[in-house]
Structure formats: C-alpha cells, structure tokens
C-alpha cells in the first residue's frame, strides 16, 4: 500500500523512536499515567487581572487554578478534582521549569495552589517534593525561596555542563539508549549512549506534576509539558541538540518521555502562560516575552502541547514572523530548524492525542 510520504516519514519516526527504547526502565508501575482519564482535553483559564505591573496578582491566581481544576476534571468543586487524581499515601513530585530565569518562571502563588489542592486530597507537605534537574538553576530563578516549611525540594545535578555525564542524582536501571552521541565521544561505550532518568522519580514519587511555562525553543520548537519532562528528568541531553544542524529533538523528546517509569508517574500538566515566550527561547529574553494571561490544565501532554504551539505561532505570526514550521535562524534563534514534530511523534507513540478533531479546548475568561 503505498502512503502519502508525510504520513510515511512520521510512521516511520514513530517506530524508529519505539525501537529505542530497550531495557531501560525495570520495575516502572504498571498504569499508565500519560495521556490519564482525559486525552484529548484541554482547559484554558485566562484572568485579565492575573498579573499587574510583572507581579502575579492572589486572588486571580486562586480562581484560575480552581476553576481549572474544576472544568478539567469535571468534578463538582476544585476539591473533588483534586482528589481525582491524586490521594493520601502519594508521595508527589512537582517539576518546575526555571531555565526561563526570574523572569519566565512559574510564580509562587501558582505553587501555593498546587500545595493546597494536595492537601485536600490528602497528600501533606511531608509527602511533596519539588524538583528541578539543575540544584543551580532552581536556586538563580528564586524557587527555593517560594517554599514554605516541611516541603522538600531536589536536584538531579549540581550545575549545567557540557559533559552532563554524572550519576550521583540518576538511576543506572533506567535509562533510555539511543544511537545518538556528542562528537568526540566513543560509541562503543554504553554510557555516552544512555540518559539515565533521576532518582526523585524513580526513587522517591509515585506521582508527578508537570509545570512548565508557555515557551519558544530553538531546536524543539517549543518547550511546554513534553519537553520539561525530557530534558528535565534525564542526563545526557546534550546529545539531542548538539549544533544548529545536529539536532535530534523531534525523536528524542519522546523517546524519554515514553519511558514507562516517566510515562506511568505523569499524572498532571499545568502550563503556566501567564507570562510566555514566542522567540528567543528557552531562556526569558524580555523582548520576546509577553502577558498571555492565562493557565492550561490537562492529563493529555501531547494535546496541551499542541495547543501551546498554535498560540506561540499565532504571536508569531501577529509580530510579523514566520510560524515555527517555517521558521530560519535569525540572531536570537539559531538552529536550522526547530522540530516542533516532537509533538506528533509522542501522540503516534500513545503519549496524547495530536489531530486537531480529537482535541477539545475549553475557554474560560474569568
């Protein structure tokens, strides 16, 4: 049978990505957590008055967030959805996303509300843990001083570094292997082939809760749930994204994240786009960033992503510029093209949905 060759490139991604994924994650649970009870929904809460003057404002942050939980879940009060997911014994991990710096990460007060609904459902500070891949960055953006007394929070590494090869925070018994390797280094050993995914979520959480910030990014296009995962949970990621024309991120994204003890921990994604980034990323370049005003709650990442993506591409394309598909290299952006297929890809491996028919994105102006 012959196929469209769109359609024969993507099959043929998808299986090359399945294919790598080889003995890396023993004793992962047995349910899967990714897409959850709802693929395919995403809510979007926006609030005119959610930030004034580069500060987010409590009262909109609080109503965002519970309405949020509310609408996705379907439950009567943003309690109830809360204990839909999660409940007393869970021990949950929250990644944040601080590459963004001070100034494009996630606010406190949208962890506080996080904090709170666990409580509710009968997870106690105790049983939480915040974490990040880098100890330095999380310290930089100021996240280690949004924390309030008895929360603990982690880091697989001390700092960023080109060798990335360091084991103290992983787990040498799950590991994604990959074809892949940074120039100069011997593929005949194992070790420059493999990421190794952190202890925190091998070791210490039955559950996560994703909370990335609404961002372009140069080689994948876009970093928002799928890519807080992949690039914030393993080592070795260099190799995905090594020079402007060596750039493997649409396979590698979801080839991490469809490792079982990733995919069957991922119960939540909060997409923090009060503030976000349509160029220039991942970091926070303040010309590039602008107020979106909003929050985006789902179970499904690959939906959520795929909905970020066309906003990030409609300000693009309201600024002037190209969408990311067709998007060329420029001074704040220097990759020959960014692969923004990573999104396709993980719905074509169960991470999500991806057609725009199955998706259903609920508004709600507050």
Same mark, same amino acid.
């Given at each position: 049978m012959h196929l469209p060759r769109r359609q024969f490139i993507a099959q043929s991604l998808a299986t090359a990505a399945g294919a790598l994924l080889q003995s890396q994650s023993r004793g992962a649970t047995t349910k899967s957590g990714m897409p959850g009870p709802f693929p395919g929904r995403v809510v979007a809460v926006e609030h005119p008055g959610v930030i004034l003057r580069n500060s987010y404002q409590p009262e909109p942050v609080q109503n965002m967030m519970r309405r949020g939980m509310r609408e996705l879940t379907g439950a009567p009060s943003w309690i109830d959805g809360w204990r839909m997911l999660f409940e007393k014994?869970?021990?949950?991990g929250i990644k944040v996303s601080p590459v963004g710096g001070k100034n494009l990460s996630s606010d406190a007060l949208v962890l506080q509300e996080i904090l709170a609904?666990?409580?509710?459902?009968?997870?106690?500070?105790?049983?939480?843990?915040v974490f990040n891949r880098y100890k330095e960055e999380?310290?930089?953006?100021?996240?280690?001083?949004?924390?309030?007394?008895g929360l603990r929070w982690d880091a697989a590494s001390e700092k960023y570094d080109e060798w990335q090869h360091d084991m103290g925070g992983y787990d040498p018994e799950h590991y994604l292997?990959?074809?892949?390797? /940074? @120039?100069?280094? *011997?593929?005949?050993d194992a070790h420059m082939r493999r990421s190794y995914v952190a202890r925190i979520v091998t070791k210490q959480i039955n559950k996560?809760?994703?909370?990335?910030?609404?961002?372009?990014?140069?080689?994948?296009?876009v970093t928002i749930c799928l890519k807080n995962m992949s690039h914030g949970m393993v080592n070795n990621v260099n190799r995905s994204h090594v020079t402007p024309t060596l750039n493997a991120c649409g396979v590698f994204i979801p080839s991490v994240v469809s490792l079982p003890v990733i995919r069957e921990k991922a119960t939540l994604h909060i997409c923090d786009a009060v503030k976000a980034s349509f160029h220039g990323g991942p970091g926070g370049k303040e010309k590039y960033i602008w107020e979106h005003k909003t929050m985006y709650f789902a179970t499904d990442p690959v939906a959520l992503d795929k909905t970020g993506l066309k906003v990030i591409d409609e300000k693009r394309v309201r600024m002037g510029m190209q969408p990311l598909a067709l998007a /060329? @290299?420029?001074? *704040?952006?220097?990759?020959?093209?960014?692969?923004i297929e990573h999104i396709e890809i993980?719905?074509?491996?169960?991470?999500?949905?991806?057609?725009?028919?199955?998706?259903?994105?609920?508004?709600?102006r507050l």
């Open positions: 014994g869970d021990v949950v609904g666990l409580k509710e459902a009968g997870v106690p500070l105790s049983d939480t843990i999380t310290i930089a953006a100021g996240i280690d001083r949004w924390l309030p007394p292997e990959m074809a892949l390797i /940074k @120039p100069g280094e *011997d593929f005949r996560f809760i994703n909370l990335p910030v609404l961002k372009h990014h140069q080689s994948a296009g /060329k @290299p420029d001074n *704040d952006s220097h990759f020959l093209n960014s692969q993980a719905g074509m491996l169960g991470l999500g949905v991806f057609e725009d028919e199955k998706i259903q994105v609920k508004r709600v």
